[in-house]
């Protein structure tokens, strides 16, 4: 990882005490290291160690008078690429998990834009606290990643998951947090989520699309480098770190943010269950239902939606932009996905088989099938979204040196 600016934030537990050995495995990995602690981080380990071994001051205050050539906390929270908390405090998690800035480390996680990796460590009670389970899954939301902690014998006495991961764990996933940046000039736009198609002011047409799988690609696709724009329907998820995010309601506003987009994007992600018709009219007043008897049939017109990825897959040269879609099938998943990539031009199909446990709308895993123009198919095994979002920027950088 030369060169890349990794702050590690150290918060009060007895597994400072391991700090030394991250800021080492860093350091050895070729990243720049900055510290910050709280006050009671340094009940545990002294400043001067972090200090010594990062080569760089450490920042303990917020307020502490900046001696000659110290970064302001805006600043050091704007250098960071990577920001590593550990060891996280059940404290430290409320505070992020409500927003509270009160010293130099939580003002420092308030204001970065860099992604967080949190590295938990307390008792095994203060863990399973509901407080503190509810914490981990608001920052979860938030895209917060978690390593650790383990189970094992704790310093406390306790046994059982409260441990800090180990240094050479952390400094792996802050590895694979980093990465090398392979899509590096590449502009990628990714469709998400589902769309809302309105009838009245009240009522909508929408679909159960969580928008997971395009936010885990737009995830991986900044964490590689690229530029990245998420063109996203309604959703509940935080946008990924280094993401600039566009909200969309229909598809026809998708479509427009996608045109907006399209003069610079070298590679369109398709991953938006797009509504594929919309109801002909929008009534300007919500519909009574007193203006049906009882049993009577309300008749809605219906339109075909635009097909986005159609539009931009006729719109791109092949040397210009790379075009992926995804094909949702519940039989002859791969004849259908095959007739899909030819009708809208893509380069890639993302086909998976909505028929299958664990695979398609709303959850965390997916199971999916690479059709490439050349014949090529690619099965992958059930993995989680973020795992097929590797595989599937891998295949987008081999596309894109096969054609270069
Ligand atoms: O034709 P079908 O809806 O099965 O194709 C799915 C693919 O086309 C997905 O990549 C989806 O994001 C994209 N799509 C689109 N605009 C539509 C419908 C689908 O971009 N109106």
Request: proline share 5%.
């Amino acid at each position: 990882m030369p060169q890349r600016r990794v702050l590690v934030a150290v918060t009060g537990g007895i597994a400072a005490y391991k700090v030394p050995e991250l800021v080492r495995a860093l350091r050895r990995a070729g990243c720049t290291v900055r510290c910050a602690m709280t006050a009671s981080a340094g009940q545990f380990v002294a400043p001067l160690v972090l200090q010594t071994l990062s080569g760089e001051s450490v920042r303990t205050d917020l307020f502490e008078r900046e001696q000659e050539g110290q970064i302001d906390h805006i600043a050091l929270a704007d250098w960071a690429e990577l920001v590593i908390v550990a060891p996280a405090t059940a404290n430290l998690l409320a505070k992020l998990a409500s927003g509270l800035a009160d010293d130099l480390v939580s003002t420092l996680l308030l204001a970065t834009r860099a992604p967080l990796l949190v590295a938990p460590a307390m008792n095994v009670n203060m863990w399973n606290h509901p407080a503190t389970q509810a914490n981990v899954a608001t920052l979860r939301e938030r895209g917060v990643c978690f390593v650790g902690p383990e189970s094992g014998p704790l310093a406390c006495g306790w046994e059982g998951e409260g441990r800090m991961a180990e240094p050479a764990a952390i400094a792996a996933e802050a590895e694979r947090h980093l990465g090398a940046p392979t899509l590096a000039g590449e502009v990628v736009v990714v469709t998400a989520g589902g769309t809302r198609e309105p009838l009245d002011p009240v009522r909508v047409f929408a679909n159960r699309s969580s928008g997971k799988m395009g936010y885990a690609i737009a995830a991986e696709a900044a964490r590689r480098g690229a530029e990245v724009v998420l063109v996203s329907g309604p959703s509940a998820l935080a946008t990924p770190a280094g993401v600039r995010r566009v909200d969309v309601e229909t598809g026809l506003e998708m479509r427009d943010a996608v045109h907006a987009e399209l003069s610079k994007c070298t590679v369109f992600i398709a991953a938006a269950a797009v509504a594929d018709f919309r109801p002909a009219a929008r009534a300007e007043h919500k519909i009574k239902k007193e203006s049906l008897a009882d049993g009577e049939a309300l008749t809605i017109e219906l339109v075909r939606n635009p097909d986005i990825l159609a539009e931009v897959g006729a719109a791109s040269g092949r040397e210009r932009r790379l075009v992926v879609g995804f094909a949702a099938e519940s039989q002859d998943l791969v004849a259908a996905a095959r007739r899909k990539l030819e009708r809208k031009r893509c380069d890639l199909i993302v086909a998976n088989d909505i028929s299958r446990a664990g695979a398609g709308f709303d959850g965390d895993t997916n199971a999916v099938t690479f059709v490439c123009p050349e014949g090529e198919v690619e099965e992958l095994p059930l993995l989680s979204k973020r795992e097929v979002a590797e595989r599937l920027l891998e295949r987008i950088e081999t596309l894109r040196e096969k054609r270069s």
